[in-house]
């Protein structure tokens, strides 16, 4: 069902932007959500987005750069989003600002909003090194050397720690986190991680099929699709590109659904960390 409570929480239109309900239906309030779901802690979003309860495995898929509109338009199409409406709770959630995937991942792995823990935007001036910075690829603008930053700055001296892993390490939860190879070993994803075991997979299907054999033992499993964003920058929102990078990425997850036996207490969770 769609929660109307939270769809007309964040209609309120001034000047023509949405402000984000920091407080309320807003991304900075997932990473308690899921502590929450865990059973160690009580914050997060509003009680009407989540099925209550606490549960051994708890499933998240981060889709970059799916937002509201092509909710709307495509989960009739795909059963897995069609199954949020029927089975389970859908959420109008603001963005932070800046929507940004910079801002929202940090968020996630720090467990502070944009406005603490400072990294938000692709490109940002950093006055430690009086430069233009790229955060996630760690490296200065313009640069095509993934990591030079690291010469002059060290990781504990720019990015906030992974609080969020680390809170789940102390009450023993595992926590696996799936990412395309070209980032799971990187130096923003081994710092903001670090408290996290890391798997890379090669494609889309491959973090599925890993997902599968790891669920076994409880825990939260973090799963990042990074091609919808990747194409819709590149080829545009209306794009053949993008169309098959959607049909691709829900495809599989149906796929991956209806091949799966879930283990009892598991909660699946979607968001996108901002729209397009």
């Not at 997060?44 to 499933?59: A, M, S, W």
């Not at 949020?84 to 801002?103: E, H, N, R, W, Y």
């Not at 599925?208 to 990074?226: C, V």
Request: glycine content about 8%.
């Amino acid at each position: 069902m769609i929660n109307q409570r939270s769809v007309e929480a964040i209609s309120t239109i001034q000047s023509g932007f949405i402000k984000p309900c920091y407080e309320s239906y807003c991304f900075s309030q997932i990473p308690a959500t899921l502590l929450k779901l865990l059973g160690c802690g009580n914050g997060g979003l509003p009680k009407d987005c989540v099925q209550p309860g606490v549960y051994k495995h708890v499933i998240v898929f981060l889709i970059d750069g799916f937002g509201w509109r092509f909710l709307e338009k495509h989960h009739d199409k795909y059963p897995f989003l069609k199954r949020f409406f029927d089975k389970g709770i859908v959420s109008k959630l603001t963005s932070q600002f800046p929507s940004t995937t910079a801002a929202h991942i940090t968020t996630l792995c720090s467990g502070l909003p944009v406005g603490e823990h400072g990294i938000y935007e692709w490109f940002m001036y950093e006055p430690k090194v009086n430069r233009i910075v790229a955060p996630l690829l760690y490296t200065y603008a313009g640069d095509k050397t993934v990591g030079e930053l690291e010469h002059e700055l060290a990781p504990k001296d720019f990015l906030p720690e992974g609080h969020f892993f680390k809170e789940l390490q102390k009450h023993k939860i595992s926590c696996k986190v799936f990412q395309q190879e070209a980032i799971a070993d990187s130096i923003y994803s081994r710092w903001m991680f670090e408290s996290a075991e890391r798997l890379a997979y090669k494609k889309w299907p491959h973090a599925l099929e890993l997902l599968s054999e790891h669920l076994k033992t409880p825990g939260l499993f973090y799963l990042y699709f990074g091609d919808f964003d990747a194409q819709a920058h590149h080829y545009g929102l209306n794009s053949k590109e993008v169309e098959k990078s959607i049909e691709h990425c829900f495809g599989e997850l149906e796929n991956w659904f209806q091949n799966t036996t879930f283990p009892a207490s598991t909660a699946i969770i979607m968001t996108a960390d901002h729209g397009m």
